[in-house]
C-alpha cells in the first residue's frame, strides 16, 4: 500500500495549452515529457457499497498494459488529497480481486460478489517529473471526458502528486504556476465525478459542515482542520456565486468566508503572525465587497418582488425594481471579469499554503483543543450576554451589534459541532434569533439601498414615488418586528444566561 499526496487543479484547454509550452515548467523538468492515453473503468456494487465506504476500484489500460488500482481512506484538506492506494498489473481487462486481498486491501462486506462497470474516465495525460527546491513532483495535465450510459462531461486538469519531499512544495509551485495561468483548486475527483454524472447529482451551493475532530487534541491541529473546512466551502460556492443566477450561492460563500475569519480570528488570538494578519485583512475585504452584492440581492428579491406581487403593475415600483436589477447586473459583472476570480483565488491559494507552514509548530498552539473550545465559547457567549445588557431596541445599530455576537456563537458551536450536542439548547435559541434580527437588519438596510438608487435619477416623479413607497413600507415592517424581536432577545438571553452558567 501507498499513500497519494496530491493537488488537483482545474482549468480551461487554452491556460492547459499555455502551461504546457511555458518556460517555467520546462525549467523545472527532469528528464523528457510523456504523452499516455488512459482508458478507466469505475466499479461498483447496484447500491453504490464502494462510494459509501469512499472507496474507488477501477481498472486502467495504458497502451499494452492493464492496472487495477483500489483508493480509500484520507481526505482532502484544504485542497490536498491524501488517500491510500493499491495499485498492481493484471492480465487484462479483468478485476484479480485475490491481488487486492493479498495486498492488503478490504473491500466493503459482500461487495466482491456484486461488481459491475458504472462508468469510465477516458483522457490524454501529458507527464512531466520535475525537480521544485527540496521535492520531486509529478506534474500531469489531464484533458479528456468522463461518461457513462446518461451522458458525459468534459475533464481538464492538472494534477501534482508528491513523489519526494514535504507536502507544502505542492502549494508553493501551485501559487507559482497560478502566477502563470489561472486555475482552481478542485475538491472533487474523477472518480467523484463520476459517481455525481451517473446518479444525475446536479451542482448545489455547498453549505457549511462540521469536519471530523476525532483524536485531535492540540489547538493547532483543530485550527488547521476548521480552516480546511472552511476553504472547501469558499471554494465550492465560488463558481455559482460568480454566476450570480442562484443567489443561495453568494450567501453561502458568505458563511464560508465568515467562519473562516472567524478561525483565523482565534488562531490569532494564540499565535499572531504577521502572514496572519494580512491573510485576515484580505479575507475581510472581500466580504465587505460581496456584502454590497449580498445586499442588492436580499432588497431585490425580499421587499420589491414582495412588494410587486401586493401591488403588480406599479410602475414606480417596477421602474425601481429594473434599475436595482441593472445595478446588481453591474456588480456581478466586475466579480465575473477573469482578474476578480483570479485575485480571489490566488487569495484561496496562499491560506491553504500557510495551512502547510511551520506557523503551526509555535507552542500555544500546542495545548489542550479542549481548552480551547471550552474557553472560546465561554466568552463569545459572555461578550453576548453583556451587549445585551446595554442593548437599546430602538437602535439598529446596538441590534446590529447583537446580531453580529449571535452569529459569533452560534458558528463556533457549529465548527466544534456542538450544535449536535447537549450544547442544542444552547444553539437553537441563537438560531431563532438570528433569523428575527437578520430580517429586521433587512428592512433597515432598505433605506440605504433606496437612496442609493434615487440619486441615480432624482428627476423621474415615478422613481420617487416608489422610494416614498417602500421607505414607508420599510418602516411599517420594523415597527412591526420590534415588540416580537423584544421578546425573542429576552428569552435567548436567559437560555444563553442558564445554559452557560
Known amino acids: 500500500m501507498a499513500q497519494e499526496i496530491e493537488l488537483k487543479l482545474t482549468l480551461t484547454p487554452a491556460a492547459l495549452a499555455k502551461l504546457k509550452r511555458h518556460p517555467f515548467v520546462r525549467s523545472l523538468q527532469q528528464g523528457r515529457a510523456r504523452s499516455v492515453h488512459l482508458d478507466n473503468i ?49 492480465a487484462g ?23 459491475h462497470a458504472v462508468f469510465r474516465t477516458d483522457f490524454s495525460r501529458a507527464i512531466r517529473e520535475l525537480r521544485y527546491e527540496d521535492a520531486q513532483i509529478e506534474l500531469c495535465m489531464d484533458q479528456g471526458e468522463v461518461s457513462c450510459a446518461t451522458g458525459k462531461i468534459n475533464i481538464c486538469e492538472l494534477e501534482l502528486e508528491l513523489l519526494e519531499g514535504p507536502p507544502v512544495r505542492l502549494f508553493q509551485l501551485a501559487v507559482q504556476l497560478h502566477a502563470l495561468v489561472s486555475f482552481e483548486l478542485e ?15 446536479r451542482q448545489a451551493p455547498v453549505r457549511a459542515f462540521s469536519p471530523s475532530l476525532a483524536g485531535m487534541k492540540r489547538k493547532g491541529d483543530v485550527l488547521r482542520v476548521l480552516c480546511g473546512a472552511c476553504v472547501q466551502q469558499l471554494q465550492g460556492n465560488l463558481s455559482g456565486a460568480i454566476a450570480g443566477e442562484d443567489p443561495e450561492y453568494l450567501h453561502q460563500l458568505r458563511i464560508a468566508l465568515r467562519r473562516l475569519r472567524g478561525v483565523l480570528a482565534l488562531a490569532a488570538s494564540l499565535a499572531p503572525d504577521e502572514t496572519l494578519a494580512q ?4 479575507f475581510a475585504a472581500l466580504g465587505r465587497e460581496l456584502g454590497v452584492l ?11 418582488r414582495l412588494l410587486l406581487q401586493q401591488r403588480p403593475g406599479h410602475a414606480g415600483l417596477q421602474a425601481l425594481l429594473a434599475l436595482a436589477n441593472a445595478q446588481r447586473d453591474a456588480a456581478i459583472a466586475e466579480i465575473r471579469a477573469p482578474h476578480w476570480r483570479h485575485h480571489v483565488q490566488d487569495l484561496i491559494l496562499r491560506l491553504a499554503l500557510w495551512l502547510q507552514g511551520d506557523y503551526w509548530l509555535q507552542a500555544p498552539l500546542q495545548g489542550e483543543a479542549k481548552d480551547m473550545q471550552k474557553q472560546g465559547l465561554r466568552r463569545r457567549v459572555q461578550r453576548f450576554l453583556k451587549q445585551a445588557q446595554v442593548l437599546d431596541p430602538a437602535d439598529p445599530a446596538s441590534l446590529h451589534r447583537l446580531r453580529i455576537l449571535a452569529k459569533k456563537v452560534r458558528y463556533f458551536m457549529e465548527l466544534f459541532g456542538l450544535d449536535k450536542s447537549s450544547r442544542g439548547a444552547l444553539h437553537d435559541p441563537l ?22 438608487l434615487r440619486a441615480f435619477q432624482p428627476d423621474s416623479a415615478v422613481l420617487q414615488e416608489a422610494c416614498v413607497l ?12 420590534r415588540a416580537p424581536l423584544a421578546k425573542q432577545i429576552r428569552r435567548t438571553v436567559k437560555s444563553l444566561a442558564r445554559t452557560s452558567s
Open 42 to 90: 469505475y466499479f461498483d456494487t447496484p447500491d453504490y457499497a464502494l462510494q459509501r465506504a469512499r472507496m474507488a476500484l477501477r481498472l486502467r489500460r495504458s497502451g499494452q498494459q492493464w492496472l487495477q488500482t483500489l483508493k480509500g481512506g484520507g481526505g482532502v484538506q484544504a485542497g490536498l488529497h491524501q488517500r491510500n492506494e493499491w495499485e498492481m498489473p493484471v
Open 93 to 115: 481487462e479483468q478485476l484479480e480481486l485475490a491481488a487486492l486481498k493479498a495486498a492488503g486491501a478490504r473491500l466493503p462486506k459482500g461487495a466482491a460478489k456484486h461488481l
Open 187 to 201: 475538491f472533487v475527483s474523477k472518480a467523484e465525478r463520476g459517481y455525481s454524472l451517473l446518479q444525475g447529482k
Open 279 to 282: 491573510l485576515r485583512q484580505k
Open 294 to 304: 449580498r445586499g442588492q440581492d436580499v432588497f431585490i428579491n425580499e421587499t420589491l
Open 431 to 452: 438560531v431563532n434569533l438570528q433569523m428575527r434580527l437578520g430580517e429586521y437588519n433587512d428592512t433597515v438596510n432598505v433605506e440605504m439601498q433606496v437612496e442609493r
Open 470 to 481: 417602500v421607505l414607508g413600507w420599510s418602516l411599517q415592517r420594523q415597527t412591526a418586528l
